[in-house]
C-alpha cells in the first residue's frame, strides 16, 4: 500500500509539472501572438530605439543599438559629451570610463556573460528550448496592483568572481493581455550584490505591425527606479560595424603605456 501511495505522489508531482509547463508554453505562445507573431520577430535584423532617462529630475537622451548578429551597444548623450556604454562588436565588450572619458575593455568574465546574452537577441523567450532554457509558471502574484502570471525563466549558468550560477530571471505577465509587465533577477555582482534588480514594462505600442513597451522604469526591487521613456523605435536600421569596433586610438595608447 505504501508503494502505491509513493507511486501516485510520484505521478501526481510528474503530472502537475507537466501542466506548469504546458501552461508556461501557453502563456509564451499567446504573448508572442499578442505582439505581432514569433516568426515576424524572427525575421528582424536588428533595432535601434531613442531614449530618454530620468535620472534625479534630470533628462539624459540615449540611443539603444541591437543587431541579431550580437552586436550591441547603449550611447549616452550628457552634457554635450557622447559615452558609449555595453558596446559588443561580437568577441569584445568594451565602453567609454566615465571619469575619463577613455574606452575600456571588459574583463573576461563579463563578456563571457555578454556573449551569452547576444544569444537573446529582442526576447529571450524567442526559441527557448532549442536554446535549452527552462521555463516554469510558478502561479500568479499582484505587481502594482496587477494581477499576473509569474513564469521562472532559467538559461545557461553564467561565471561571476569564478564560481559558475545559475542564471535566473522571474517575468511577470499580465493575466489579461499575455505581455510582460515586470521583470526581477538577483544582482550578482556590484555593490547591490544579492539585492533583486526589477525592471517595470508598460505602455506597448505598434511600431510596423509588431509591439514594443514604450516605458520602463530600472532600478532595485522595493527603492525608487530610474524611468526610461522611448520615444522611436527603428526596425531592421542602417548601422555601420565600425561603429561597434574598440577604438584604435585607444588600443594605441594602451601599447604605448605598455612600452613606457
Known amino acids: 500500500m505504501k ?43 536588428g533595432i535601434k530605439m531613442t531614449a530618454k532617462v530620468n535620472n534625479g529630475g534630470m533628462e539624459i537622451p540615449i540611443e539603444i543599438i541591437q543587431l541579431k ?37 571588459s574583463d573576461a568574465e563579463a563578456t563571457a556573460i555578454m556573449k551569452l546574452n547576444a544569444n537573446d537577441f529582442l526576447d529571450p523567450f524567442i526559441d527557448y528550448k532549442e536554446k535549452g532554457y527552462l521555463v516554469e509558471l510558478l502561479g500568479n502574484e499582484t505587481i502594482d496592483g496587477t494581477e499576473t502570471f509569474k513564469i521562472k525563466l532559467t538559461k545557461e549558468p553564467i561565471t561571476v568572481d569564478g564560481i559558475e550560477e545559475a542564471d535566473v530571471s522571474y517575468y511577470f505577465f499580465d493575466i489579461d493581455n499575455f505581455v510582460p509587465i515586470a521583470v526581477q533577477a538577483e544582482i550578482k555582482s556590484g555593490q547591490g550584490k544579492g539585492m533583486t534588480s526589477e525592471i517595470t514594462i508598460s505602455d506597448y505600442q505598434e511600431v510596423d505591425g509588431l509591439y514594443f513597451p514604450f516605458s520602463m522604469t530600472q532600478g532595485v526591487k522595493g ?15 542602417v548601422v555601420d560595424d565600425k561603429l561597434f569596433e574598440f577604438p584604435e586610438e585607444t588600443a594605441s595608447e594602451n601599447k604605448d603605456d605598455n612600452k613606457n
Open 69 to 105: 548578429s550580437g552586436k550591441q551597444m547603449t550611447v549616452i548623450n550628457f552634457q554635450g559629451k557622447e559615452i558609449k556604454q555595453g558596446v559588443f562588436d561580437g568577441e569584445t565588450l568594451w565602453g567609454h570610463n566615465f571619469m575619463t572619458q577613455k574606452a575600456e575593455k
Open 3 to 45: 508503494t502505491i501511495k509513493l507511486l501516485l505522489v510520484a505521478l501526481l508531482v510528474s503530472a502537475t509539472t507537466t501542466i506548469n509547463a504546458q501552461t508556461a508554453d501557453e502563456i509564451i505562445s499567446t504573448y508572442f501572438e499578442n505582439i505581432g507573431g514569433l516568426e515576424s520577430l524572427k525575421k528582424l535584423e
Open 223 to 237: 527603492q525608487p527606479g530610474a524611468p526610461i521613456t522611448f520615444t522611436s523605435i527603428e526596425l531592421n536600421p
